[in-house]
């Protein structure tokens, strides 16, 4: 079965940009979607298709994917970006999701 | 605006059954891919099992396979998940999703409790 790799943890400044990747076997041939899900609520989509935001979704959200590995930057980051971070692809009708990273903003 | 409201969860025991349910509004449901995801307590998200819109297939994971099944009511808008022969490792906030390749909307969750 196909596996998403995520660092368990990255630490960022505030107004500082904060880089959270997503690994995976040929993962730029697929589309890669990023949710967030801050503590005690249900996660939210911030990113789709690699690089496009939903509506409501601040700018300082962006996406990338090539090769083996995606990843998602938060520009500028605020203290309320703080929470945890999945990616997410979907392969041979399954959902995959990948183990979450937790973002803390010091 | 796109609602998703779960139900049903509560205290099973091991070896029980289960029936959750999303109530969805907002977007045309019969249309949609369907999902269930679940978390386990200080864990990540794991998909459950998804449905497409009127062709009613249905998809699981290896772990819930034979156990857990995923239906629809397009008429009244609403999905289920029964789950049969419930283990421990299947206590988790369950959520709905809308779609599938992106989990657009989701619901709040409904918590199963697998106790004897």
């Known amino acids: 079965s196909y596996e998403l790799t995520q660092p368990p943890s990255v630490s960022v400044s505030p107004g500082q940009t904060a880089s959270i990747t997503c690994s995976g076997d040929r993962l730029g041939d697929k589309y890669i979607c990023w949710y967030q899900q801050k503590s005690g609520q249900s996660p939210v989509l911030v990113i789709f298709q690699d690089r496009k935001r939903p509506s409501g979704i601040p700018e300082r959200f962006s996406g990338s994917n090539s090769g083996n590995t995606a990843t998602l930057t938060i520009s500028g980051t605020q203290a309320v970006d703080e929470a945890d971070y999945y990616c997410?692809?979907?392969?041979?009708?399954?959902?995959?999701f990948g183990g979450g990273t937790k973002l803390t903003v010091l | 605006e796109v609602q998703l409201v779960e139900s049903g969860g509560g205290l099973v025991q091991p070896g029980g059954s289960l029936r959750l349910s999303c109530a969805a509004s907002?977007?045309?449901?019969?249309?949609?891919?369907m999902t269930w995801v679940r978390q386990a307590p200080g864990k990540g998200l794991e998909w459950v099992a998804s449905m497409s819109g009127r062709g009613g297939k249905p998809y699981y994971a290896d772990s819930v396979k034979g156990r857990f099944t995923v239906s629809r009511d397009n008429s009244q808008n609403t999905l289920y998940l029964e789950m049969n022969t419930v283990r421990g490792e299947d206590m988790a906030v369950y959520y709905c999703?809308?779609?599938?390749?992106?989990?657009?909307?989701w619901g709040q969750g409904t918590l199963v409790t697998v106790s004897s």
């Open positions: 907002g977007f045309t449901f019969g249309s949609h891919v």
């Open positions: 999703a809308k779609d599938w390749q992106q989990l657009e909307a």
């Open positions: 997410q692809a979907w392969d041979s009708s399954t959902v995959v």
